[in-house]
């Protein structure tokens, strides 16, 4: 066995242990907070006794090799699933991605060579190939790329030497990937979605009717300021939205962007909603199996995003009434969103990790908004508040198991949920400038460990890093939690105050962070 240190805090060190299991494959990993004594002997934080036990848990019967297709701080954590279950792996990068933590702690060359360098994390052909070269037996996609992509994952799935996709089937992907087709799925069992047309509309009259029905209601209602949304049915990331409120004003942009449409995504279908203001957007975390096992990991909160609807700082639970004096039983509403979700996951048959994502207004009205077919970078926030076993449950290894066919092995009344998250997204980026992404070079990045924080990045802490300019300037995911709401805000106050990054760009000017804000925006959760 070999090992090396890497400092990560001014008093914790973090060391990883290469070493070989008893069928010959390379395992790493990674003890946080703990340091050597005399004898093999090393005191070590309760984060990594709780890793060590996982060992005498679910999943360490599997074999196989899963070629992790993604990046970052996404990679490290399917890594170090991975190793926990006793599964070899393989990763993947790109040049750019050279000088990444997931590119370090593997082996880029020679003998035991388990990292490989590819062209794009979005080329299929250099993913598969490097797949059927390694020996491997499942892709893991991560988030994003091709981790929500049913034809990818039909590929891999249908191919003549056919590989495990860990996600849930294609089918279900297909299906609920097109949030035109959830919301009818929702509709037809009853489960509320956002008021409006379920399907594209190419009729400028049928489209005007919708919208003078919309707005009607939301008068009846005595919503003030009421107006609907026009958005291209075929758009996507925010691309093609238009507000109407004056139905005077509708055919002019209906036309509008009805033409746009068809420039941009070569379909001028339109979808008419209801424009919703004052709202939570929430999030319900599921685990199914394909032995139709469904179990849930409660709520979080999402709503705190930057301009471009990117999450900033999530919490769980997703209400709490120590944040705000709600004008609804919240712990109502979450039940609701928890057994529609559940209902939703039920009727399609879905057998994997996914998210049910939601829109509740400030009286308490849930909307179903989409699902999303993956692992959530978010996913730890939930299971920082959930107990198994008296632990929190590794959802991405829960995942990884379920994929590769075992039972979930335990029903809900086997977790029990206590205590408040949070997940605090640190990027470099300027938040006063529309969170323009910041690029230069990182030159000491320390961030604090405790037993009540958890941090994931690919940053390496020994070494200069150069931020790529090709990925999102994410640095770091860092996961803190406490008895109460007030205690995880305190903790994670203090966390962001004790964390240390500097740097430069390429004209000298100090390295910009969102610290600041994520600090001032600590007391904006769960409140309207």
């Known amino acids: 066995m070999t090992s090396f240190?890497?400092?990560?805090?001014?008093?914790?060190?973090?060391?990883?242990?290469?070493?070989?299991?008893?069928?010959?494959?390379?395992?790493?990993?990674?003890?946080?907070?703990?340091?050597?004594?005399?004898?093999?002997?090393?005191?070590?934080?309760?984060?990594t006794i709780r890793n060590e036990e996982k060992s005498?848990?679910?999943?360490?019967?599997?074999?196989?090799?899963?070629?992790?297709?993604?990046?970052?701080?996404?990679?490290?954590?399917i890594m170090n699933a991975c190793a926990d279950l006793g599964l070899d792996y393989v990763v993947?990068?790109?040049?750019a991605d050279r000088d990444s933590e997931h590119v370090?702690?593997?082996?880029?060359?020679?003998?035991?060579?388990?990292?490989?360098?590819?062209?794009?994390y979005s080329d299929p052909n250099d993913i598969l190939a490097v797949a059927d070269h390694a020996?491997?037996?499942?892709?893991?996609?991560?988030?994003?790329?091709?981790?929500?992509?049913?034809?990818?994952?039909?590929?891999?799935?249908?191919?003549?030497?056919?590989?495990?996709?860990?996600?849930?089937?294609?089918?279900?992907?297909r299906e609920l990937g097109d949030k035109i087709n959830t919301k009818r799925v929702a509709r037809s069992l009853n489960i509320p979605t956002i008021p409006g047309s379920s399907a594209p509309i190419y009729n400028e009259m049928e489209a005007e009717e919708i919208a003078v029905s919309l707005l009607e209601d939301q008068t009846d209602k005595g919503i003030s300021d009421p107006s609907v949304l026009i958005k291209a049915a075929a758009g996507g990331g925010g691309m093609g939205i238009e507000e109407v409120k004056e139905i005077e004003q509708?055919?002019?942009?209906?036309?509008?962007?009805?033409?746009?449409?068809?420039?941009?995504?070569?379909?001028?279908?339109?979808?008419?909603?209801?424009?919703?203001?004052?709202?939570?957007?929430?999030?319900?975390?599921?685990?199914?199996?394909?032995?139709?096992?469904?179990?849930?990991?409660n709520s979080r909160n999402c709503t705190i995003q930057s301009a471009g609807r990117q999450k900033r700082v999530e919490a769980a639970p997703g209400f709490h009434g120590s944040c705000f004096a709600y004008d609804f039983d919240e712990q109502q509403?979450?039940?609701?969103?928890?057994?529609?979700?559940?209902?939703?996951?039920?009727?399609?048959?879905?057998?994997?990790?996914?998210?049910?994502?939601?829109?509740?207004?400030?009286?308490?009205?849930?909307?179903?908004?989409?699902?999303?077919?993956?692992?959530?970078?978010?996913?730890?926030?939930?299971?920082?508040?959930?107990?198994?076993?008296?632990?929190?449950?590794?959802?991405?290894?829960?995942?990884?198991?379920?994929a590769l066919g075992e039972k979930i092995g335990y029903d809900q009344s086997a977790v029990s949920f206590r205590?408040?998250?949070?997940?605090?997204?640190?990027?470099?980026?300027?938040t006063r400038r529309g969170f323009a992404p910041w690029i230069g070079t990182i030159t000491r990045f320390s961030i604090p460990r405790y037993d009540w924080s958890a941090a994931y990045t690919h940053v390496p802490a020994d070494r200069p890093y150069l931020i790529p300019s090709d990925f999102d300037p994410n640095l770091a995911l860092v996961l803190v939690w406490g008895e109460t709401m007030d205690e995880a805000k305190t903790r994670a106050a203090r966390f962001i105050d004790e964390t240390v990054i500097e740097g430069q760009d390429a004209a000298g000017s100090p390295i910009i962070t969102n610290l600041i804000y994520l600090k001032n925006n600590l007391d904006r959760l769960l409140a309207f």
Not at 143 to 155: C, L, P, Q, S, T
Not at 422 to 430: F, G, H, M, T, Y
Request: proline share 2%; aromatic share 10%.
């Open 5 to 47: 240190t890497i400092k990560t805090s001014n008093y914790k060190l973090e060391k990883l242990f290469f070493f070989s299991n008893k069928a010959g494959k390379t395992i790493v990993t990674v003890h946080k907070g703990c340091a050597s004594g005399m004898a093999g002997k090393r005191s070590c934080s309760s984060e």
């Open 56 to 77: 005498t848990q679910r999943g360490t019967g599997l074999d196989g090799k899963v070629l992790i297709a993604n990046r970052g701080e996404i990679a490290i954590r």
């Open 92 to 95: 993947i990068y790109t040049d």
């Open 104 to 120: 370090a702690r593997n082996i880029t060359g020679g003998a035991g060579q388990n990292a490989w360098r590819v062209t794009s």
């Open 135 to 173: 020996g491997c037996s499942a892709i893991h996609p991560g988030y994003g790329f091709f981790a929500e992509d049913y034809r990818f994952a039909r590929r891999v799935t249908m191919r003549d030497r056919a590989l495990t996709f860990i996600g849930p089937n294609w089918e279900v992907i």
């Open 250 to 297: 509708f055919r002019r942009i209906y036309r509008h962007l009805q033409n746009y449409a068809k420039r941009q995504f070569g379909d001028g279908g339109v979808l008419i909603e209801q424009c919703l203001r004052d709202y939570n957007h929430l999030e319900v975390q599921l685990l199914c199996s394909r032995h139709g096992e469904r179990i849930h990991f």
């Open 333 to 402: 509403v979450l039940d609701k969103i928890v057994d529609y979700s559940l209902k939703l996951a039920e009727h399609v048959n879905y057998d994997n990790i996914g998210t049910w994502e939601w829109i509740v207004t400030r009286s308490g009205e849930p909307y179903l908004l989409e699902v999303n077919t993956r692992i959530q970078v978010e996913n730890d926030v939930s299971a920082r508040i959930s107990y198994l076993d008296g632990r929190h449950p590794d959802l991405i290894r829960e995942q990884i198991r379920l």
């Open 419 to 430: 205590g408040a998250a949070i997940e605090l997204r640190i990027v470099a980026e300027d």
